[in-house]
């Protein structure tokens, strides 16, 4: 640092380290000390790792070792702190047209959000036993049914067979998962068929053996890595704290880690959060949810790009009524204009699917 003032006063300074991991943290260490642009780093042809390996190929006479060098020297380039880039490295992106994203199997969530896109967390909350696990169904049919993808299902609370039996008889609009009677017949035949559908399309995670977040990441990053899975269910968030001595931290820890497990992968992850019990009317009888609501932590709030509300007045006398449930968009970080906007969603008692209604 003697002579900072005296290397600082040129107009460039080129570096020529190593070719290697610590050449390159040395090159970023070194460039932050000046101001920014003025560090060049040279970068050699794959085979040199460094200036003296050129000195030192006889294969090259003593002209060329020295034309070589100042070429790597003439087309050394801006270094930039790790993180950091400029308008050409995205330059193709920023012109690049927006699309519609991945649609969702209601037309109104679709105006609303213009889809659903990878890199993306979108968190779901609601009452018990108020739909939530059955909103899932819904979309991991859209993304196999609709998108032609393959879907990883990481349900907690239910076993692979019966979310299997349930995805299956929705497609049939039957109810595998219930004895076959008068009032829901279906055959055999019926079930095997989807059952045959099914495979290949939908991977579990077999949850018996272990419920901590450090055996769900891995399992993802498998599913996406070695599955082409691109699509994520995780039921529920909650379930992965119920042990944990601070809920709190626990939450904090696995939403930032959710967060960069979407970017690193190049995926998206759909995940359920139970409720705090609420104040007055309950969340069963269809009070409306607000993002303070979830469950845990203010993380969730804060790493989410999309979040919803399910609510549903269970003990309505009227039927309709009962089974008819607000989808209310809580979170949009994509545009923000969706915030607060709801689709109504009916439940079919005798086919088992939600279809959207004015």
Not at 153 to 172: C, H, S, W
Not at 238 to 255: D, P, Q, S, W
Not at 267 to 280: D, P
């Amino acid at each position: 640092m003697n002579n900072y003032e005296w290397v600082n006063s040129f107009e460039n300074i080129f570096l020529s380290f190593d070719m290697d991991e610590p050449g390159n943290h040395g090159s970023i260490s070194v460039s932050n000390l000046f101001p920014p642009g003025k560090v060049k780093r040279v970068s050699l042809p794959d085979k040199y790792k460094d200036a003296n390996d050129i000195l030192n190929d006889l294969k090259l006479s003593s002209g060329d070792r020295g034309r070589l060098f100042l070429n790597c020297l003439y087309n050394a380039k801006d270094i930039r702190s790790e993180g950091i880039i400029g308008i050409d490295e995205i330059y193709s992106d920023i012109i690049a047209l927006p699309e519609q994203g991945l649609t969702f199997p209601w037309k109104g969530l679709n105006e609303y959000t213009y889809g659903y896109r990878r890199k993306e967390i979108h968190g779901v909350g609601g009452s018990q036993a108020g739909g939530k696990s059955f909103m899932f169904k819904e979309l991991i049919l859209n993304v196999i049914d609709n998108h032609n993808n393959p879907a990883g299902v990481i349900f907690l609370e239910e076993e692979p067979k019966l979310t299997a039996k349930m995805l299956g008889g929705m497609r049939a609009n039957k109810h595998f998962h219930i004895p076959p009677s008068e009032k829901y017949p279906w055959e055999l035949t019926e079930l095997i068929e989807q059952a045959e559908y099914l495979k290949g399309k939908i991977s579990f995670f077999n949850h018996w053996g272990g419920k901590d977040w450090k055996s769900i990441k891995e399992k993802i990053r498998f599913m996406v890595n070695a599955l082409g899975i691109k699509d994520v269910f995780l039921d529920h968030l909650t379930a992965l704290v119920a042990k944990e001595a601070n809920e709190y931290t626990a939450i904090n820890t696995i939403m930032e880690d959710m967060a960069s497990l979407v970017q690193e992968l190049d995926c998206t992850i759909f995940f359920i959060s139970h409720l705090r019990k609420n104040v007055g009317t309950s969340f069963s009888e269809g009070c409306v949810i607000t993002t303070d609501d979830f469950r845990g932590s203010g993380a969730i709030a804060f790493w989410s790009n999309f979040m919803y509300g399910i609510e549903r007045n269970q003990q309505a006398e009227d039927k309709i009524e009962r089974n008819t449930t607000t989808l209310r968009i809580l979170k949009d970080r994509y545009t923000g204009q969706a915030t607060g906007e709801t689709v109504k969603l009916l439940y079919d008692t005798s086919t088992g699917r939600w279809s959207e209604v004015d």
